[in-house]
Each structure stands twice: as C-alpha cells, then as structure tokens.
C-alpha cells in the first residue's frame, strides 16, 4: 500500500503559521551562503565504524595544505567530531546578528560542528514531547542542518566536505537543502558486511542523480609500526568490487594506523599526515579527489 502525505505546497488556503515563507526565506539564505563555495561534496558510508569521519577531517587539512580554501561541516549532529580531530578551539565560533563565522582549524580548515555548540559530555537534547519524539527528531535534526547551511558565513571556498552521518536518511536531507550537490565520495572497509551496506548507499545515490566520486577502502590492512609493512586485518575487497559494480573509480586504500588514530584524538592531522602511513596514503587520495570533481 502507497501512502502519500502532503507538503506545503499542497496545502490549501492561507498559512497562518507562515511556515511556506520561513522555509523558503531559509532556502533562500542557503543558496546566498552557498554562492561563493566552488564545490559541495558529501562524504558517507551507509554504516559506522569505518573511520568515516577521521578520513574526511584528514582530506580537508590535506586539500587546506594544498593552498585551497575548505570548509568540512560535520552532519553528525549526535555524534560529532570534526572539530576535535580538526584541532579546533571548542570556542572559536563568532556568532551575530548576521550569521555566524565557522571556527578555523590549525590547518586553516573552516569548521561547523554540533560538538561546538554543546558542553563538555552533554548530549544532543531536542525539545520535543517525550511521547512523540520519534516524530519530531527527524525534523528537528533536518532542520538543525538547514540552519547550519544557511546561517554560517562560509564565504569564498574552493571545496565543502560533508561529513554525513551513518545511514542514508542525511544524503536525502541534504540533496534537497543544498542548491547543489557537485559529488559524493563513499567510504567503505575491505568486508563484506561493509560492502552490502555501502552498496545500498550507492544504489540510491543513483536513484537521486547523485553523482559518485568514488569509493575509498578504509582499514585496508594494518601497518606494522615494528616492520614497516601493511599485514592482512580484514578479508574481503569491498573497494573495487564497489567501485566496479557501480561503475566508478577506487580512489584508493587506507590501511588501518595506530598511530594514525592517535594524532587524530589530538587534534593533530598535520603530524597525522607527515608522519604515518594512513597519512601518506590519505595525501594520495587527495590528488584523485581533487581531479574527479575538477
């Protein structure tokens, strides 16, 4: 059985709330937030634990070395933690009248992030009816990334990653809020566990006209600190088994570091990206990345 609900623009009569002009007044501030950033890429997995959020914080400090102007918005909006890894001051926002400016990263990586707008180990709270909360929260965190897109000042920006949380109900909010959305990078481990996942990720990207970048293998092995070379972690090649059913490229693998991970609890991606292997092979990536959405 189909149901159809209804949208604003299907209500009849005057809209006493004027919720149809608050919408579209937002949209309206997105698309003029928006106009100066040459590029808008997600970045997503389908599921958790694949180090999704580590890689597209390492990507933008790597593309921010490279002289170009970023921005990475965490959508993560309950568990947020770009701005941590980012090595970003937890009071760096400026917030007026007019907008709000992004906190910036060592790196010079303009951030926005829920972890910045919370206390130290307070959790995301909407205000909603106990009862119903199911009901609103999908709403309330849609429209807790629209005021994200439309009240930050990014200004003139070469790139905005995307952080997307686990799941695929985010893509959706996303590609309707933004005017654009110029590619999707997908992050998958070597599984195949991880691989059915992503690949109903993918799938619906399709559905939506949503273009792939490409895919990235995370925790492709694990590198060895005593003997310098990348060992077996998990069985399967969920990459390019992705990248070939849905016809696009593997931007690359990333084993599993140690070391990797530690700078990145630190706020430390420069040392992340000098120092360690998962760094050296993010830097590859990187130059694959920026040509796909040149």
């Not at 009901?135 to 429209?143: D, I, L, P, T, Y």
């Not at 999707?184 to 006209?209: H, Q, Y």
Request: with cysteine.
């Amino acid at each position: 059985m189909m149901l159809k609900h209804r949208t604003y623009a299907d209500v009849k009569g005057g809209d006493s709330s004027g919720m149809v002009d608050q919408v579209n007044a937002q949209q309206a501030r997105v698309a003029e937030r928006l106009a100066g950033v040459r590029a808008c890429v997600a970045v997503m997995s389908g599921k958790g634990g694949v180090g999704k959020s580590l890689t597209t914080a390492a990507i933008a400090s790597a593309c921010a070395a490279r002289g170009l102007a970023i921005g990475l918005l965490d959508a993560d909006l309950v568990g947020p933690s770009a701005a941590r890894m980012s090595g970003v001051n937890p009071t760096g926002l400026t917030v007026d009248e007019s907008g709000v400016d992004p906190a910036t990263s060592p790196a010079g990586v303009r951030v926005m992030s829920m972890d910045l707008l919370l206390d130290d180990d307070a959790p995301l709270a909407w205000r909603e009816p106990e009862s119903e909360s199911f009901v609103w929260r999908g709403a309330q965190e849609r429209s807790a990334l629209r005021e994200f897109l439309a009240d930050v000042r990014w200004g003139e920006l070469d790139l905005l990653l995307i952080d997307l949380p686990p799941g695929t109900q985010r893509l959706i909010d996303l590609a309707e809020l933004l005017p654009r959305l110029d590619g999707l990078v997908v992050i998958t481990i070597p599984s195949a566990a991880s691989e059915t996942a992503v690949s109903r990720s993918m799938s619906l990207a399709a559905e939506k006209g949503i273009r792939v970048l490409g895919v990235l293998e995370n925790m492709s092995g694990y590198a060895c600190a005593d003997c310098g070379k990348v060992r077996p972690l998990f069985p399967g090649a969920a990459g390019q088994r992705l990248a070939d059913r849905h016809d696009t490229a593997l931007l690359g693998r990333i084993p599993f570091d140690p070391d990797a991970a530690g700078h990145a609890d630190m706020g430390a991606l420069d040392q992340m990206m000098d120092h360690t292997v998962a760094g050296a092979a993010i830097d590859q990536i990187v130059d694959r990345l920026l040509e796909a959405i040149a």
